[in-house]
């Protein structure tokens, strides 16, 4: 079964400093790693994802996620947080037969 | 770009009345998905369909049945509204093609159910 899990329900960073939002996964098979922002009352906008090649993937925003087999991760980097970083940012992980299956969420507060 | 709608953004219904959730996409995808999104609990899958006519059952399901008459538009129907239905519903779609098809998402609609 996929299955993936963010364990900060809560990140806070200040503006200019490198962010981290974390998400760990469980596949059987091939990962299709993704992540989503969503700002408030808004819809799910995609980010990038990690279907095959460069572990390192970069995303729009300035967003980038590192895809790292060993320890099943596939966490969200940006060098520098902005204020409008803040929102709403979901891990997602698809099965073949195109079903997705999300994390809980992690809120980024990015300080000014 | 891929544009996916929501027929409304803020919904209010009473209690036992039937919904009507439309969602229509423009970029010919084959899948669609109804979530509904509650905080701390993320997003969950109540239904998706992989082509016109077919449908199959989300995580939960229940209280819920959807309409995919057309590729385009899929309907999701809460046959007899109760208020722990009120959520944010989120539609998506993707493109069928074997675990590399991104999902776009439509706005939203916020329901509260009275």
């Known amino acids: 079964a996929q299955s993936v899990a963010q364990p900060e329900d809560q990140v806070n960073v200040a503006e200019g400093n490198p962010l981290t939002v974390k998400c760990t996964y469980s596949v059987s098979g091939n990962p299709y790693l993704f992540w989503y922002v969503q700002y408030p009352n808004r819809g799910l906008q995609f980010l990038l994802k990690?279907?095959?090649?460069?572990?390192l993937v970069k995303g729009s925003y300035g967003f980038e996620a590192e895809f790292n087999k060993s320890q099943t991760s596939f966490h969200l980097k940006k060098p520098s947080a902005l204020v409008s970083d803040s929102a709403l940012y979901f891990c997602a992980v698809r099965d073949l037969v195109g079903q997705f299956y999300f994390g809980t969420g992690t809120s980024l507060t990015v300080i000014p | 770009d891929v544009k996916v709608t929501q027929s409304s953004r803020y919904l209010v219904k009473r209690t036992g009345e039937k919904v009507f959730l439309e969602c229509v996409q423009d970029?010919?995808?084959?899948?669609m998905f109804w979530y509904r999104q509650d905080p701390g609990l993320g997003l969950r899958l109540i239904y998706f369909?992989?082509?016109?006519?077919?449908?199959e059952k989300g995580d939960i399901p229940e209280g819920y049945s959807v309409s995919r008459e057309k590729k385009e538009r899929f309907s999701l129907i809460l046959e007899s509204a109760s208020t722990n239905q009120t959520s944010m519903y989120l539609c998506a779609s993707s493109l069928r093609t074997s675990g590399r098809g991104t999902q776009y998402f439509g706005p939203g609609t916020r329901l509260t159910v009275l």
């Open positions: 369909s992989y082509d016109v006519k077919m449908k």
């Open positions: 970029m010919d995808h084959e899948n």
């Open positions: 990690y279907i095959t090649g460069d572990n």
